[in-house]
């Protein structure tokens, strides 16, 4: 199905202000998408009104999943109708932080993006961003799911860096969706034990579900428990 002409965005003005609005569907070019979103997450970063406010208005939204409905001359293999997550901010991947592992400190960063933000019928995503930045969702992954991949990827990224390697110990300082996926994360190259420390006791009983083998509270002292749990300090 063609995408429709209008596309309805949700504008952020602040945080007690949403509108949701209809602008024109953006049109693409050469190597670029068009992104019907049918999933986007809202960042931690969404919720700062110091930090989005002034660049209000604004559509946000950058953890999206969807199908692609339209394409630019030479978007690579993606066909229309794929099932994709896109990457909001990519690396050039050349420059002298890129090739010492420092992705996050290239320039690139700071200039790629959506048009006009995830929070919208259809975004425009740009010809790097569909060279480095899309990934094909498997059939068995929701897009709920899928909107997971970018915060997901800062944990993994986060742990390679940091070289966790099965059968180290983990602790993991607060169990809201970050350390939740770190959580996951770490399960999956199989360190352990993983012990978890939160103050709100919903967030302990989700970490517990979650595979947590080690639950720490506000009452304990952190650094005692560990030592007592493992019988020395944590991996």
Known sequence: MAPRGDNRVAVYYANQDLRLETRPTPAVSGGELLLEVHASGICGSDLMEWYRKPRAP????HEVAGVSAALGDGAGDLRLGARIVATHPVPCLSCRYCARGHETACEMLRTTGFDPGGFA??????AVNVQRGVLKIPD??????ASMVEPLGCAVRAQRKMGIRAGDSVVIVGAGVSGSLHLLAAQAVGAGPVLVADIQPERRRLAAGLGAEHLLGPSEDLGAAVRAGLGRGAD
Do not use: E, F, N
């Open 58 to 61: 604004i559509v946000l939204g």
């Open 121 to 126: 019928d259809y975004i425009r995503v740009p």
């Open 140 to 145: 068995q992954v929701s897009d709920d799911a």
